[in-house]
């Protein structure tokens, strides 16, 4: 069974500096990998996606994502932070099949400070 | 990009009343879509896959005589809250994927639908 794991519930950073959220995945086969934020009382918007090809995946609003398939991981990344990327982050794994619902992270909240 | 619309967005009803939720694809035919459950802070949780045309799958732990979800066209799925009691109370997203891009793997979300149950 495909599963998603994000270890931190929070991540605070300043304004201007970089940015990690975490996410490592569980899934037979290839993988589709996503990466969604969430702002209050609002659905999901799409950032990025790893379906195949280069490694480093590049997104909405400055994001980018590397896949690595040893660790199994897909680090959502931002050279700069600002402080309205403030929100809900989500990763999500789809198996490489279709038909098949997209599995969620717990999520993780980013906070900017400014 | 492709649309996924949500109605109603925000619906508050009595104890023991039942509460239809609709999910529609505006600008592709979705043969299956997707109903999540979001808590308060906390992840999207599947609930079940809903096929057009045949009952839906459930995930284990969801009652299907609760969460009642119809899929009768290839633009339109229902969730019906049966019999909402406030533990129901929660935020519901539908996705669907545009059968076209299958190979890109990605889902399209509809905006939510917050129920309250008092």
């Known amino acids: 069974a495909q599963s998603v794991a994000q270890p931190e519930d929070q991540v605070n950073v300043a304004e201007g500096n970089p940015l990690t959220v975490k996410c490592t995945y569980s899934?037979?086969?290839?993988?589709?990998l996503f990466w969604y934020v969430q702002y209050p009382n609002r659905g999901l918007q799409f950032l990025l996606k790893y379906i195949t090809g280069d490694n480093l995946v590049k997104g909405s609003y400055g994001f980018e994502a590397e896949f690595n398939k040893s660790q199994t991981s897909f680090h959502l990344k931002k050279p700069s932070a600002l402080v309205s990327d403030s929100a809900l982050y989500f990763c999500a794994v789809r198996e490489n099949q279709a038909g098949t619902a997209l599995i969620f992270g717990k999520g993780t909240t980013l906070s900017v400070s400014s | 990009g492709a649309v996924v619309s949500q109605h109603p967005s925000w619906v508050i009803c009595k104890s023991g009343t039942s509460v239809k939720i609709e999910c529609r694809s505006l600008?592709?035919?979705?043969?299956?879509m997707f109903w999540y459950r979001q808590f308060p802070k906390q992840s999207l949780m599947l609930m079940a896959t809903?096929?057009?045309?045949?009952?839906?799958?459930?995930e284990q732990g969801v009652e299907k005589d609760k969460f009642l979800i119809n899929h009768a066209s290839l633009t339109l799925s229902t969730l019906t809250v049966t019999s909402a009691h406030p533990e129901d109370s929660s935020f519901y997203i539908c996705?669907?994927?545009?059968?076209?891009?299958?190979?890109?793997?990605?889902?399209?979300f509809g905006e939510g639908s917050r129920l309250t149950v008092l």
């Open positions: 809903s096929n057009e045309g045949s009952k839906a799958t459930y």
């Open positions: 996705s669907a994927g545009v059968p076209g891009l299958a190979g890109t793997g990605e889902l399209f």
């Open positions: 899934v037979s086969g290839n993988p589709y």
């Open positions: 600008d592709f035919q979705a043969t299956t």
